[in-house]
């Protein structure tokens, strides 16, 4: 199993971090090691001063696909949930300002927090899924499917053309505005259509 992620998925977020909107997918993968379920805890990592949460709709692939045309991209996910993508932003910011690779920011243990997943089947409009995030009981993330840059068919067209979908693997879809910092102590919480999908409790 891995991890696709994606990056700038909203144009309200790439505008608060200062990047372009982007005209194709941005891509980066976590590793296995990186999956955080169960509500487990999320242990504060030493290397990093400054990891922030970024909550995004998270689908699973359910065959295996490569060139996947647009028309059947719906046949290769089954269920959607909803995840954090911890981002250890201080790290980020050095690696970026030397032109080097996001990964050890982004694919580092437990830094995929994953929730409850639901049959696709039973959702009745994916083209427009509210979900949220709460800090220590505080909404401070919003978002809908329907502002993502590039939907959910989308994604599985232009990822197959390079990397081969495996049954399980997950694709991390984007964040919307509102990214912030997490210190010990803090308690996240994220919603799907108002059901709770996670919690996570910063140690």
Known sequence: MKIIAVGRNYIDHAKELNNPVPEKPVIFMKPDTAVLKDNKDFYYPEFSKDVHYEVELVIRVCNEGKHVSKKF???YYDAIG????????????ELKAKGLPWELAKA????AVVGELIAKDQITDLQSLDFSLQKN????????????I??????????SQYITLRKGDLIYTGTPAGVGPVQIGDKLEGFLEG?????????
């Open 150 to 159: 590039f939907d959910f068919d989308s994604l599985i067209t232009f990822v």
């Open 195 to 203: 059901k709770s999908m996670f919690t996570c409790q910063i140690k």
């Open 108 to 111: 580092f243990d437990h830094s």
């Open 137 to 148: 009981g505080e909404t401070v993330q919003e978002g809908n499917s329907k502002d993502m």
């Open 73 to 75: 991209a719906h046949k």
């Open 82 to 93: 909803l995840g954090i993508d911890f981002t250890a932003r201080d790290v980020q910011s």
